[in-house]
């Protein structure tokens, strides 16, 4: 495409930017303009390798005609409709075949589906609807969500309430009672590790120190990302999740896991839950749903939640919850043309057959200059950095800039390098990505 004249762009004033240091930005900012397949065009006509897709969301790659299409003929024929007391078949439609893939297997499925416009909205609805089960079942005292050290659940109050991320938290009140489990990061005993790390199951734990804290009586559910993505690639110890499970059973306290991330193939399972075997009873997705190309999210449900919230005179409303966009016509269009494509070429398990070539190449930046861990999992790996003195992320946020330049996206989170491509990545890009990174890596030394 031709390159844009930067006097085209617009004045950068009046758009307030999120989770964006807006002035640092605005004083030298870095555009995008278009994409396709495995890579964006910068404003200046540069090509930029997608390291990161887009934020984790564009699983299959960029400008997926399938994708429009299905959007355009949406647009065309139904383009809004509301989903309060009514409906529209292309949700329901959608419903079912997300039901045929959700996580679990066979009759273990959660497969009763709650659509959202986001991962936070995801996030606070699975919340809600945990208290709300806990109530139907008549234990209303269970009012208390447990989150973990080092989470990311969205920006939401319920969200921040239950993640752990210090700066989304310090400056909001949070929900009363929220607590958190220990985060399970522990580069002293699981540094540069392929795949789940061997040490930290004990961590799960930490759920019976809070059960013995506040009584199982007030917890309502326990919140965790199978792997946490946006606070810096988090593996799960191996048998974590298996005892986190054990323990929400022993105490009635639902498990939820956040695949907002995670979910659609990420890993190289339809969701992280399959990869692990460990069942949740509510799954939180968005981004991948989609493909990233219209904001939507989906609560997966397990059978018995449901059922017991679907009690009382069947003209009364179950759930006091939704959203305008709650099944919005055009994002179930593209959802649905996202999982034909997602299933035709396989890409729900792909990331599992490019897993040893893409460990491999990412683990070949051990010995770059301040590297003191790598972690890959799936389709994911996380590069922590030695931070400067007194500056922290400082050093990885160079590093981004300067693979930007050189035509490579990655994402920074304080001196945490993450990188998830799309699902349709080759080996090819694996190369540039640590080739770029790895000169980077020098350069900010
Ligand atoms: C695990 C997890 N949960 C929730 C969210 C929030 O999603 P959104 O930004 O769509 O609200 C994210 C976003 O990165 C996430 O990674």
Same mark, same amino acid.
């Given at each position: 495409m031709d390159?844009?004249?930067? /006097?085209?762009?617009?004045? +950068?004033?009046?758009?307030?930017?999120?989770?964006?240091?807006?002035?640092?930005?605005?004083? /030298?900012?870095?555009?995008?303009?278009?994409? /396709?397949?495995?890579?964006?065009?910068?404003?200046?006509?540069?090509?930029?390798?997608?390291?990161?897709?887009?934020?984790?969301?564009?699983?299959?790659?960029?400008?997926?005609?399938?994708?429009?299409?299905?959007?355009?003929?949406?647009?065309?024929? +139904?383009?809004?409709?509301?989903?309060?007391?009514?409906?529209?078949?292309?949700?329901?439609?959608?419903?079912?075949?997300?039901?045929?893939?959700?996580?679990?297997?066979?009759?273990?499925?959660?497969?009763?589906?709650?659509?959202?416009?986001?991962?936070?909205?995801?996030?606070?609805?699975?919340?809600?609807?945990?208290?709300?089960?806990?109530?139907?079942?008549?234990?209303?005292?269970?009012?208390?969500?447990?989150?973990?050290?080092?989470?990311?659940?969205?920006?939401?109050?319920?969200?921040?309430?239950?993640?752990?991320?210090?700066?989304?938290?310090?400056?909001?009140?949070?929900?009363?009672? /929220?607590?958190?489990?220990?985060?399970?990061?522990?580069?002293?005993?699981?540094?540069?590790?392929?795949?789940?790390? #061997?040490?930290?199951?004990?961590?799960?734990?930490?759920?019976?120190?809070?059960?013995? +804290?506040?009584?199982? #009586?007030?917890?309502?559910?326990?919140?965790?990302?199978?792997?946490?993505?946006?606070?810096?690639? +988090?593996l799960p110890p191996k048998g974590y999740l298996e005892r986190l499970r054990a323990i929400c059973d022993r105490h009635g306290i639902l498990l939820i896991f956040d695949e907002v991330i995670t979910g659609f193939g990420r890993l190289g399972a339809n969701f992280a839950t399959d990869l692990f075997g460990v069942l949740p009873d509510i799954v939180t997705t968005a981004k991948g749903l989609t493909n990233g190309v219209i904001p939507m999210g989906a609560v997966f449900t397990s059978r018995n939640v449901h059922d017991a919230l679907m009690q009382g005179p069947e003209g009364q409303i179950e759930l006091f919850h939704g959203y305008t966009y709650s099944g919005h016509p055009v994002a179930c269009a593209a959802g649905l043309a996202t999982l034909d494509v997602y299933m035709s070429e396989g890409l729900l398990t792909r990331a599992a057959h490019l897993e040893s070539q893409w460990h491999d190449a990412i683990h070949s930046l051990k010995s770059a200059p301040n590297v003191i861990d790598i972690r890959t999992i799936g389709l994911v790996a996380g590069v922590e950095l030695s931070p400067r003195e007194g500056a922290i992320g400082a050093r990885a946020y160079d590093v981004f800039v300067d693979c930007f330049k050189k035509g490579v996206l990655i994402r920074v989170t304080g001196d945490i390098i993450a990188l998830s491509p799309p699902l349709i990545a080759e080996p090819e890009h694996f190369n540039t990505i640590v080739e770029v990174l790895g000169d980077a890596l020098q350069k900010a030394a």
């Open positions: 390159s844009l004249e930067k /006097s085209n762009t617009p004045s +950068l004033d009046s758009y307030w930017m999120p989770f964006t240091a807006n002035r640092q930005f605005k004083a /030298s900012p870095r555009m995008l303009v278009a994409a /396709s397949g495995m890579h964006y065009t910068d404003i200046d006509g540069n090509k930029v390798l997608d390291g990161t897709a887009g934020l984790w969301c564009v699983n299959a790659g960029h400008g997926r005609k399938e994708i429009a299409t299905a959007v355009e003929r949406q647009l065309t024929s +139904l383009d809004y409709a509301p989903s309060f007391q009514m409906g529209h078949p292309i949700a329901f439609e959608f419903a079912e075949r997300l039901a045929a893939v959700a996580p679990g297997v066979g009759d273990q499925r959660l497969d009763r589906i709650f659509y959202t416009g986001s991962g936070s909205e995801s996030v606070d609805t699975a919340l809600k609807i945990a208290i709300a089960y806990q109530r139907a079942i008549g234990q209303g005292t269970r009012t208390r969500l447990i989150g973990r050290e080092r989470g990311y659940h969205g920006v939401g109050f319920g969200g921040i309430s239950v993640g752990g991320l210090v700066n989304n938290r310090r400056v909001f009140p949070q929900l009363n009672g /929220s607590d958190h489990l220990r985060h399970t990061h522990d580069l002293t005993r699981n540094a540069f590790v392929k795949g789940v790390p #061997e040490h930290g199951a004990e961590l799960a734990d930490d759920l019976e120190r809070l059960v013995a +804290l506040h009584g199982a #009586e007030t917890i309502a559910a326990c919140i965790v990302e199978p792997v946490a993505g946006s606070t810096g690639v +988090l």
